[in-house]
């Protein structure tokens, strides 16, 4: 069992950065494929970025693409989301997600979710 709870959101202005955290409970952290989500009003939840299968690649979608950085310390059994260059399109509740088996980007492939962590961003 891992308990994730995410960190570091808040209101921010375009072009602004935000560091979001997401500390997992349990020592098998390191076993866990990690990636992010995000879930604007109104809308479905959608893939953000991610670790592969293998732990050896990222994955980003297309909208984040360059502005933002997945990464993870297993000693510390976080994973990151740093975000550059906000958007006011970026604004939604954001959710650190971990499976042992997934299929990157597809949610209902990972075992694991924290309870989300508001961005806002303006304009």
């Known amino acids: 069992q891992v308990q994730l709870v995410e960190s570091g959101g808040g209101l921010v202005q375009a072009g602004d950065s935000l560091r979001l955290s997401c500390a997992a409970s349990?020592?098998?952290?390191?076993?866990?494929?990690m990636g992010w989500f995000r879930q604007a009003p109104g809308k479905e939840r959608e893939f953000v970025a991610g670790?592969?299968?293998?732990?050896?690649?990222?994955n980003y979608a297309d909208a984040v693409k360059g502005r933002f950085t997945i990464s993870r310390d297993n000693a510390k059994s976080t994973v990151y989301l740093q975000m550059n260059s906000l958007k006011p399109e970026d604004t939604a509740v954001y959710y650190c997600?971990?499976?042992?088996?997934?299929?990157?980007?597809?949610?209902?492939?990972?075992?694991?979710w924290g309870q989300g962590t508001q961005v806002t961003v303006s304009s």
């Open positions: 670790f592969s299968w293998s732990g050896s690649t990222t």
């Open positions: 997600a971990g499976g042992l088996r997934i299929s990157i980007g597809n949610p209902a492939t990972y075992d694991y």
């Open positions: 349990g020592r098998t952290f390191g076993r866990y494929v």
